[in-house]
């Protein structure tokens, strides 16, 4: 199990600096760089000469492969630099709104969890019947509404109805939690929706194949009460698959999140994506590129640790 | 454990030589519609969706882009059946026309992502080795990305015009696509007529093309089917972040933006009923491509 699981670690690192270099090379593509937006607003006043030198600051002279080489060794000692467009240490404009997805990613997995794993096991334990098809035109109508518009339909339906607007400002969890709820459930309803669509599917059909089992039929034999027979033998089993695609979506949340935080005017990494790529911030893309791709990276090789760990038939490869 | 297996309309599965392949098409899709009523009223919507799409210009009661000052964030009325937003355009003639957008950005970007992708699979499969290693490397890299990411990135590159659109939504597709295909291909690279050929004496291209990726069909049509839904997913999510298809041109995620929020209160039919057509259409492609992978897999078949 060892080497499998060096070779899976090992693996990482190519991935990584492949992440790395597409990165790279996709965001130098886009047209324009942020000197010269920068600059775009009084075009024709400012000299090549200014451009020029604003451009050496940020080693934009230099020729790509070395600007890459300083990126990547930066990146191993885990300095990321400094925003090209504030001016600021990458990691101080990416903490504050690194805690508020977050929170709302969390948030988010809850709603989906506390949701999915009765829904599909109801699902699965009820095949072919109205609460099956139920549960299933839910989960296929989650996948199909796109959670911004899900947010919008939660603003709409809050003011007609209440006549009352979640607050538009953050305020941190730990400052007053009651105001922060009030702000971040609607995201995390509006999310945890689709997200809680795919774990469903997953939970319901893992249910379906391991319900199947001769292990399950014989705990039924023996007389054991459907209950436990439930918790004990066949959830324990189907969890696997469902828990991978849980992992899997977290990771991916962020990205998710791209498009609903802009509903809600939440100021997270969603939204830093987007105005990094509109002023063409290369360090600042780069870094949340990194952040999120390496997010997935370890979250897959911790999947394969699981995987290892609990099935044994991967153990003794 | 004998299991009952239910009739399946693949029309591979028909040996005997068929009337004529319409009618074998036909059938199958009678067996189709008879089997999984659910899968039927998501083609039934698909169906209705590419009518609504062909005849937009006689089925719109006005012209989506014409302003008309006068009737501003009018309500639904006789005149207006979905209201206008603040340009005083039609919803529903906007509605009508945006179904042109949505189904040809969804069509390109996931025919072309399924279809690129399934080729690689294949190829990689084939060949296997080497070049299935690296392949299989450079997908992985292309499978960190989220698709929104890659495809907001793309649309930064190329520009936001609806093939630039229809690029930057399948490049994401591909890697996914391709890493479905190859497994199931893997199985076919051990069969017989590959090797016989390759005793033929048949080029590579022409066994990775004409010997090995029709029978990787079943797996393609499902990625196919799944991958509609998301590309206009994507689509509408690109657009309302103002960085896909632009105005004045008529798409549902468009609609949505920016307008939708500030009038939710004095024009809520502005962000309803765009959200409504996307739900409904993303919601028939997903109802009918899951009925598609059951009908298709066959390690599903078994109920």
């Known amino acids: 199990m060892w080497k499998y699981l060096l070779k899976r670690f090992l693996l990482m690192f190519p991935t990584l600096l492949g992440v790395a270099l597409l990165t790279f090379v996709l965001i130098r593509v886009i047209p324009g760089d942020v000197v010269e937006l920068r600059y775009s607003g009084d075009r024709g006043s400012v000299s090549q000469e200014v451009l020029d030198r604003e451009r050496a600051r940020f080693g934009l002279d230099k020729p790509l492969w070395r600007q890459f080489a300083t990126w990547v060794l930066g990146v191993a000692r885990l300095d990321f630099g400094e925003s090209m467009w504030t001016g600021a240490p990458i990691w101080q404009e990416i903490r504050l709104r690194f805690a508020l997805s977050l929170q709302v990613a969390i948030m988010a997995t809850i709603v989906a969890v506390a949701m999915a794993i009765p829904l599909g096991v109801i699902a699965a334990l009820k095949q072919d019947t109205w609460v099956d098809y139920a549960v299933r035109i839910f989960s296929i109508a989650g996948l199909a509404t796109p959670s911004f518009w899900l947010g919008i339909v939660f603003i709409l339906l809050l003011l007609v109805v209440f006549h009352w607007l979640p607050p538009m400002i953050y305020t941190p969890f730990w400052q007053n939690p009651w105001e922060n709820m009030k702000q971040l459930i609607w995201p995390a309803l509006a999310v945890g929706y689709r997200y809680s669509a795919v774990a469903t599917r997953m939970t319901r059909s893992a249910m379906l194949e391991v319900l199947r089992e001769d292990y399950i039929r014989t705990a039924r034999a023996k007389g054991l009460v459907q209950r436990l027979v439930l918790a004990r033998h066949a959830l324990k089993n189907a969890m696997l698959p469902v828990l991978t695609v849980i992992a899997l979506e977290f990771a991916f949340l962020i990205g998710g999140l791209v498009v609903t935080e802009q509903v809600f005017n939440l100021n997270g990494l969603g939204l830093l994506f987007v105005q990094a790529v509109a002023h063409r911030d290369y360090t600042l893309i780069q870094a949340l590129v990194m952040l999120v791709a390496g997010c997935f990276i370890v979250a897959n090789f911790l999947m394969d640790v699981g995987y290892a760990w609990i099935d044994p038939r991967i153990r003794y490869r | ?303």
């Open chain 2, 1 to 303: 454990m004998a299991v009952a297996r239910v009739p399946v309309p693949v029309p591979e599965a028909v040996e005997a030589a068929p009337p004529s392949t319409l009618s074998r098409w036909l059938g199958a899709a009678r067996e189709f519609c008879r089997a999984r009523p659910l899968g039927a009223i998501g083609g039934g919507v698909i169906v209705v969706m590419f009518i609504v799409a062909l005849f937009s210009p006689l089925l719109a009661p006005y012209d989506p882009e014409a302003v008309d000052f006068g009737a501003m964030l009018a309500r639904p009325s006789l005149a207006h059946w979905l209201g206008t937003d603040a340009f005083g355009r039609d919803v529903l003639a906007r509605l009508v026309f945006g179904s042109r957008t949505a189904l040809m950005v969804g069509f390109g970007a996931s025919v072309l992502g399924a279809t690129l992708g399934a080729v690689l699979g294949v190829a990689s499969a084939y060949f296997g080795g080497r070049i299935d290693l690296y392949l299989q490397r450079v997908m992985d890299i292309f499978l960190c990305f989220p698709l929104i990411i890659l495809a907001l990135a793309l649309v930064a590159i190329l520009g936001n015009s609806i093939p630039n659109l229809i690029m930057a939504i399948m490049v994401p597709m591909i890697p996914r696509s391709a890493l479905v295909i190859r497994s199931s291909a893997l199985a076919i690279r051990e069969m017989p007529f590959v090797d016989a050929a390759r005793a033929a004496g048949f080029g590579h291209a022409r066994i990775v093309l004409r010997h090995m990726l029709p029978n990787v069909m079943a797996p393609y049509l499902i990625m196919l089917t799944a991958f509609l839904g998301q590309a206009v997913l994507a689509e509408a999510s690109l657009s309302f972040l103002g960085l896909g298809v632009q105005e004045p041109t008529a798409a549902w995620g468009l609609m949505l933006r920016g307008a939708a929020v500030e009038f939710a209160e004095t024009a809520p039919w502005m962000a309803v009923f765009p959200g409504l057509a996307i739900s409904l259409s993303v919601f028939a492609f997903n109802l009918f491509g899951d009925s598609l992978r059951d009908a298709l897999d066959p390690r599903l078949r078994t109920q």
